[in-house]
Structure formats: structure tokens, C-alpha cells
């Protein structure tokens, strides 16, 4: 069978870029089935090892430090884009207007402001958008959503989501551009807490109003060195600058279905990890799921006339899960599901059509954020209106 071409080329090649192109690397031994071959041809990073890193490590034909020419090239066809967030809105719209198909890290703009006028400006120009919420593809996420989707909950009554993360838990934790409103954006709201909702909208729906409520635990860190990120750390009597967002949010929702939902994201929590988990209750049953153990799913169900939870161990029975591994209980990985993500969006690339969680989803989740940020601004209940342009 032949196979459709598909020429990529990143921009930002910290992690999340090297993570994205392992995961091209890795397609073609995991996915026979695909439809497409994905060639490698320009690298782009504002370090010079990097850009080195990327040819000589991960196969890429060239590089740059000048991200223009990532886009200029005739030879690339999609461009992933990993760089700090407040960048992401001239490189994304460069891009589209390029004509290149385009995947983003979320949630693709900054501030929601920027995320709307990024979708609106790729819609125009016709390409194909990705959003990077990969815990969608988790195989037990998967199985969550059909379980939901099938009835075996019953009616979905209550929903809790949260994402507590230790990565800026350590106060000599670089003062990395995470934590800077002029090149991240807001702070968990931006990051981490998008991940909770992006999943509650694939799971249970959309959001119609919220109350919320921020705060910077850590306002001081010390400066970064070069190339520094937020895992790097500093030492006591570093010159320090102040953290312009915030660490923590929570927050109460309503689902436009009726359900009642509640939030919360840290960066600064100590104890959590990574634990991006969430928690549905249904009127036959109730699931929770959890990063920090993402090959493990508890289930309740009614019928069972144990009483008790049991616990669902990912397996090949799952969506993609035997792409890497066969049988029950061998686990998968973070990475993995990165492999998915990008198997998926360059899928729907070859195939022409529409990819979802595309930039329209990403629009979904900032038109909750500017509710919080109202919500927390006001102190009291906001409704969630859909942003656009007009």
C-alpha cells in the first residue's frame, strides 16, 4: 500500500518537542496500519545544542534557531509547535497561513483571548489543528467515556476533576517562563487545570457556569540560568523575581446536562505527583481514574453483588493499549500515549478530515477559563458564554 508523505517540523524542542518527535519516530513500529510516512525535515530552537540535539540524535534533516524558516520550507506539511505559550499565537498563525496543518501544545493561546483569535485565524485559512490533551487517549480513559456512553453508569449525577502536580512545589524551583504572565499566560488555569476540564467536556459534556477562586502560595523564585526550566533548581541567596500567576485554583461548575462538578489544580501541592485524576458518580455506578496509576481504573457498578469497587486493569482489550503491549495488567506509559495522540492527529491529516481535540475544543476549555477568571475577579457566579471574535 502506498503511503501519503507527511513532512513535520517543531518548533521548541524542549521536553514536550522531544517527547512529539520520539512519537513520530516511534509510529511506524507500532502502527502497520497507518496510511502515511512521517519525514523529519527542519528542527527550530532558540539553543544552539538543541537544534544540534535534534539532527544528530533524532534524525531531523536540518535545523534553525529562526523559526521563519520552519514555516517558509515547501517541504513541511505540519508544523508542531511547543514553544512557551505567549509565542504561540504568531507561530500558529504564521503557519496556517503558510497553508501547514498545525499542532500546538495546549491550550494553544496564553490567555483565552489569544486561543480564539487562533482558531478563528486557522478555521479561515482552511488546515487541519491539534490540540496536545493527550489523556484523552489513555486506553482506561477510553473505556471510561464508553462505559459513560453506553449507560452502564446509569445518569451522570456528579463529577469531580483535579490535577495537583508538585512541578513548582520547590521554592528555589526556577522562576522558568511558566510562571510569568508575559510567556505562559495565566498560571494553572493556562496549564494543568485545562487538562481536568478538557477531559470532563470529552467525558460528560460542556460546562454552562462556574465559581472560582486562585492564589500564589510561592511569589518569589530565583532567576533562571540559561536554557533553564521550571524541574531545574536554584540555590538559597539567588537573585529572585516575583511569580506573576497563580499556583492554585478551585473551583464549582455546572454541566449544561445537569450534572454538578467540582475542580482544583496545583502546582505548589505537596505530596500529588502528577495526579491528574478525575472521579464519576452515575445512578447504576461510578469510575476513578488517575495518571499516577494510569494502567488501574476503580469501578463500581450496581449489579455486582460484591459491594465493592474493582479494580480495571488496562489492557489489549482497550483502545491502542495492545499497540504497545498484549495482555492484562502490562502497562503503558506517559509517552505512549503521546505516540496516540500524534498517531491520531497526523491520521486525520491523511485522511483530510477534521481532528478533535482540534483548536474548536481548545476554544471549549478557555471559554470556561475566562468564566473562572471573571468568577474569581468577582467573587461570584459566572456563566460560561463561548468566546469568539465577533
Not at 24 to 53: C, G, H, K, Q, W
Not at 349 to 359: I, L, M, S
Request: aromatic share 10%.
Amino acid at each position: 500500500m502506498a503511503r501519503r508523505r507527511i513532512g513535520v517540523g517543531v518548533i521548541g524542542f524542549g521536553w514536550m518537542g522531544q517527547a512529539h518527535t520520539r512519537s513520530y519516530i516511534r509510529i511506524p513500529t507500532l502502527f502497520p496500519e497507518r496510511t502515511y510516512d512521517i519525514d523529519l525535515v527542519m528542527i527550530s530552537d532558540s539553543v544552539a545544542a538543541r537544534v544540534a540535539d535534534g539532527i544528530d540524535s533524532f534524525g531531523f534533516a536540518s535545523g534553525t534557531a529562526d523559526w521563519h524558516e520552519v514555516i517558509e520550507c515547501p517541504d513541511i506539511d505540519v508544523v508542531c509547535i511547543c514553544a512557551p505559550n505567549m509565542l504561540h499565537e504568531e507561530l500558529t498563525t504564521a503557519a496556517a497561513a503558510a497553508g501547514k496543518h498545525v499542532f500546538c501544545e495546549k491550550p494553544v493561546g496564553g490567555t483565552p483571548e489569544q486561543t480564539v483569535r487562533i482558531e478563528a485565524a486557522t478555521r479561515a485559512a482552511g488546515v487541519i489543528t491539534g490540540v496536545g490533551y493527550n489523556y484523552r487517549w489513555a486506553p482506561l480513559v477510553q473505556y471510561a467515556k464508553q462505559l459513560i456512553e453506553t449507560g452502564e453508569l446509569g445518569e451522570i449525577t456528579n463529577y469531580r476533576g483535579r490535577f495537583f502536580s508538585m512541578y513548582g512545589a520547590d521554592p528555589l524551583g526556577l522562576l522558568s517562563w511558566r510562571f510569568l504572565h508575559d510567556q505562559a499566560g495565566y498560571g494553572v488555569t493556562t496549564d494543568i487545570l485545562s487538562h481536568s476540564i478538557d477531559l470532563a467536556h470529552m467525558l460528560v459534556g460542556p460546562i454552562s457556569r462556574v465559581v472560582g477562586t486562585g492564589h500564589t502560595n510561592i511569589t518569589d523564585r530565583p532567576l533562571p540560568k540559561e536554557g533553564g526550566t521550571h524541574y531545574d533548581r536554584g540555590q538559597p541567596g539567588d537573585p529572585t523575581g516575583k511569580v506573576e500567576n497563580e499556583d492554585y485554583f478551585a473551583a464549582l461548575v455546572e454541566f449544561a446536562g445537569g450534572v454538578r462538578g467540582v475542580f482544583e489544580a496545583s502546582r505548589s501541592v505537596i505530596g500529588p505527583e502528577s495526579q491528574n485524576a478525575f472521579e464519576i458518580y452515575g445512578t447504576k455506578g461510578s469510575l476513578m481514574w488517575n495518571l499516577e496509576t494510569m494502567n488501574e481504573m476503580k469501578l463500581f457498578l450496581t449489579g455486582d453483588r460484591a459491594r465493592g469497587y474493582t479494580t480495571v486493569y488496562a489492557g489489549d482489550r482497550y483502545p491502542y493499549h495492545g499497540h504497545f503491549v498484549p495482555g492484562d495488567a502490562n502497562a503503558i506509559g506517559y509517552e505512549d500515549m503521546k505516540v496516540i495522540e500524534d498517531y491520531e492527529f497526523m491520521s486525520s491529516v491523511a485522511a483530510g478530515r477534521r481532528h478533535e481535540p482540534g483548536f474548536a475544543e481548545a476554544v471549549d476549555y478557555v471559554s470556561v477559563q475566562d468564566a473562572l477568571i471573571r468568577s474569581w475577579r468577582s467573587e461570584h457566579w459566572e456563566t460560561v458564554t463561548r468566546l469568539s471574535e465577533n
